[in-house]
C-alpha cells in the first residue's frame, strides 16, 4: 500500500510538473509523422509526457521496438484529452477508486459534470482508437482500443501494457 501511494504522488508530481524538450518533440514528429503528430501535439502536456515516458520505458524493455509499439507507446491515451479532467480530477478519482469507491460514486451522483468527465476519462481507450481510426490508423486503433484489456489479443498491446504499468 505504501510503495503504491508513494507511486501515486509520484505520477502526481509527474503530470503537474510536465515538461516536453524540443528534441521529444522533434523525435515524437519523427515517429508518428506529421497527421499522428497533429494529435499528439493537441494532447495537454501531462498526456505527451506521459506518452513520452512509456516511450521511453518500450526502448529499455526493447531496444529496437516496432514503429507500431512506438506509435501506441505516444498516443495509446489519446481519448483522454477530450474528457477534460484536469491533473486534480485524474488524482482525485485514482485516489477514491483504490480507497473508497463508495465515496467515488457518491461524489458522481453529486456532481453530474464531473460524472460526465469522469465518463468519458473512463472510456478513453475506444474514444481514442475512434481518433485514431479517423485518421486512417487502424492498426494503431486497434491497439489503444485494447490497451486496457485483461486479456488482449496483440502481443505490441501486451507490450504496451507493461511499459504503461512502469510509468
Given amino acids: ?3 503504491s501511494a508513494r507511486h501515486r504522488v509520484g505520477q502526481f508530481w509527474r503530470h503537474a510538473s510536465a515538461q516536453v524538450s524540443p528534441a521529444e518533440s522533434t523525435n515524437a514528429e519523427r515517429i508518428l509523422g506529421p497527421d499522428l503528430a497533429a494529435l499528439f ?5 501531462n498526456d505527451q509526457r506521459h ?3 512509456v516511450l521511453e520505458t518500450v526502448t529499455q524493455l526493447d531496444p529496437q521496438p516496432s514503429r507500431l509499439l512506438q506509435q501506441a507507446a505516444l498516443l495509446h491515451d489519446l ?3 477530450g474528457a477534460e479532467f484536469s ?4 488524482s482525485l478519482t485514482v485516489f477514491l477508486e483504490a480507497l473508497s469507491p463508495r465515496v467515488l ?3 458522481l451522483r453529486a456532481r453530474p459534470a464531473f460524472a460526465r468527465r469522469y465518463a468519458a476519462y473512463a472510456d478513453h481507450a475506444r474514444i481514442g482508437a475512434d481518433r485514431l481510426q479517423a485518421a486512417g490508423a487502424t492498426e494503431l486503433a486497434g491497439i489503444v482500443a485494447e ?3 485483461l486479456q488482449p489479443a496483440s502481443e505490441v498491446t501486451r507490450r504496451l501494457q507493461q511499459a504503461d ?3
Fill in 147 to 149: 490497451h486496457h484489456a
Fill in 1 to 3: 500500500m505504501m510503495s
Fill in 41 to 45: 501535439f493537441g494532447l495537454p502536456v
Fill in 87 to 90: 491533473v486534480i480530477d485524474r
Fill in 51 to 53: 506518452g513520452l515516458d
Fill in 165 to 167: 504499468r512502469r510509468n
Fill in 79 to 81: 481519448g483522454k484529452s
Fill in 105 to 107: 460514486g457518491a461524489l
